[in-house]
């Protein structure tokens, strides 16, 4: 008898591919092992087993595998069913979710580079002879390719040995290139706690009489309380008092004073784990308990709608005690911007080393670890926090899903295939595992809200912020007005620069928020208006000042700006509408003695970038953050009592159904960060449009009013969650070939479906990397199965494809399209 195995290659296959095996292989492969194979002429895959069976493929003479990779499955079975669904669902091929979901040292192919490491400490008599070839090799060479180490060792089957290797951190895979990050620990001071108050303090000071240094530093630390409310750093101490740190520390060796750090080390965990029975949830935090385990016991996801600081993460971490408690797996996902360290570090406080965390910015090897851990149910992956992709971790025993931030649009996948929204996805992962999940928000989308109204969800509330911290105290101010008598620096209004002072004379911190980055978006020449455009894309490009460079944001194109019109010489150009880096320099102007920082895409590059930003904000290093929306995200600062919105025109103003949904949410977040302890904080939202019903609704924290208004109109215009959206978009060098295409596409679906079809229309940025693009959108109504439209579809795909001057024409569909 003759053996097979169909197998998942990690590329856009529509079908599996199937190879010949013996019949020992056959016996020894099960689903979810890798095998190394043939492909092509020359190319070597990594591919996962899927099924061995004895029927041969009847198109192609199958090759044989050249090795099987594992002992045992890396995937599971409930795994893969899981990744069918994302690939049904989601219109992408199996192969495609393989490619995103395993962690990229799992999948060596010929192609892949590898590198010395050269922190490794390589004892070379340990290494195998094929090893040390390679190893050998890579000291004259600074990378091979697979296909390369194959020829070295003369050898087809090298990807165990260089699995091998890369394991035991000899070699690095081309990507795992990543900076090492040690947060700086800065030292304060602070008088003991005994000495505080009038008395005990002339007593000290008395007592301190024959020691004049001493006493001098004791004054200059009061001089510098009474300044500001800030803590006072060792080193500040130091320069006021004019003495020296030997003076300093004889004081804190006499507890005078107590030497803190604010800060310890942010990623690494500290091994103290607290109790989670020590945890005293308020009645509304017991309330909302009892509610999600209500869902729970009707097998529901729930929905859990609490406002900003109402203390969701203690309901979340009472709930993983419990999954833990019954031996099962929990999965803790969050957007990836909200992963910071500060929520690592609390559930870390609870769950000790149980905690893994899995996160794009993490090396290869550190993503190998957790994969592993998680696939053999270890004791240190219990539960996983993590960003989209740890959806796809291999879990055997998964008792609860925790979505944080399940409004966050960037829980949605999109670019590459599989094109998931992790939420969605996250719903169907907990239904296979039979596993409780709840989604959780201050501003929860239109979606879930929906399905909690009608009952497909649970649902739960906490309406107040947790310790009676009352809610952020939200105004806006007429910019329009303000301009209008001239009564604006800049981009501020007289009341925001008022609030600022107010704010940095109690020492108190402040956010401000700008949703673009940059420094002016446009440079328009004033004689002919000519603004200067991306040569690749459709858009304008944005003036960037601190390298003084006009860039795309869309394909990373620079030049340098320009003294004069690039169309007609005139040296008059005018900068349009304005980013963070402007709002950063105005401060600077305004405020020149106040330290500020900037929190956007352009200043959170690197692997610890964000960290080292927020930390510097909690260690009060800075006054005032500046900063896209990505200061919105979770981050529980003790000390800003104010937040400023620069200018809420914009977000609103969006070409887009979910404009108001999505500013409501991202003004009420970015508000939420405000006043979290006792101090009532206070926003103030700059507008040309006070009248806006959005803003109103943010003002008075109506969320409910936001939902029925929104509601009516995707009820009105047919947009989700009343229809399905999928959106297809057709990518070609050829303007012309682009729309005779996507003519015929739009023509073919309307006869086909009977949906309605919107389109083919140019997106807002129609081309991108010298590609043309135009979308066509299908919206589907809800109780049309969605399966069988997309099978039109797909049909329509192949008549499409069989058209022979359309082959250059790249499809993308984007399924639940937002
Ligand atoms: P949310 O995630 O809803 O914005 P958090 O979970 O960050 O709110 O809670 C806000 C603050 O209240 C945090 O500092 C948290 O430590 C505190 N808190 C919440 N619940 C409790 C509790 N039961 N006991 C003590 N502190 C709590
Ligand atoms: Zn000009
Ligand atoms: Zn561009």
Known sequence: MEYFLEVVLPIPLEKLFTYKISEAEADFIQAGMRVAVPFGKTKIYTALAYKVHTHAPEAYEPKEIYQILDERPVVDKVQLKHWEWVANYYMCTLGEVVRSALPSAFLLESETLILPNKNAKVDELQLTDDEFLIYEALQHQTALKISEVSDILDKKNVLKIVNAMVHKGIVLQKEELYEQYRPKLVRYVKLAEQFEGEEQLSELLNDLNRAPKQSQVVLSLFQLRAKSAKPIPISELEKESGGSRSVIKALIDKNILEEYHIRKDRVEFDGRSGDVGAIELNEHQHRALDDIQHGFDEEKPVLLHGVTSSGKTEVYVKLIKKCLDEGKQALYLLPEIALTSQLINRLQQYFGHQVSVYHSKYSIHERVEVWNNVLNDAEKARIVIGARSSLFLPFTNLGLVVVDEEHENSFKQFDPAPRYQARDAAVVLAALHSANIVLGSATPSIESMYNAKTAKYGYASMAHRFGDVLMPDINLVDIKEATRKRRMKGHFSETLIKAIEEALEEGEQIILFQNRRGFAPVVECTTCGHVAQCPNCDVSLTYHQHRNQLRCHYCGYHMALQQACLACGSPTLDKKGFGTEQIQLELGQLFPDVSVGRMDLDTTRGKYAYEKIISSFENQEMDILVGTQMVTKGLDFRNVSLVGIMNADSMLNFPDYRAHERSFQMLTQVAGRAGRTKKRGKVLIQ??????????????????????????????????????????????????KLNEAADWM????????????????????????????????????????????????KRIEKSFNAIS??????????VDHI
């Open 746 to 793: 739009a023509g073919s679906l309307r006869n086909v479906l009977g949906t309605q079809i919107l389109g083919p229309e140019y997106p807002p940025v129609a081309r991108i990397r010298r590609d043309y693009l135009k979308n066509i959108l299908i919206k589907i109504p809800r109780k049309q199965p969605l399966a069988q439209t997309k099978n039109s579809i």
């Open 687 to 736: 507008t040309y449009n006070p009248y806006h019903q959005i803003l109103q609704q943010v003002t008075t924290n109506n969320y409910d009013k936001m939902f029925q208004e929104q509601f009516y109109e995707r009820e009105q215009f047919k947009y989700p969650p009343l229809v399905r959206l999928i959106k297809i978009t057709l990518k070609d060098k050829d303007f012309n």
């Open 805 to 814: 001057k359309y082959k250059s024409i790249r499809l993308v569909y984007n």
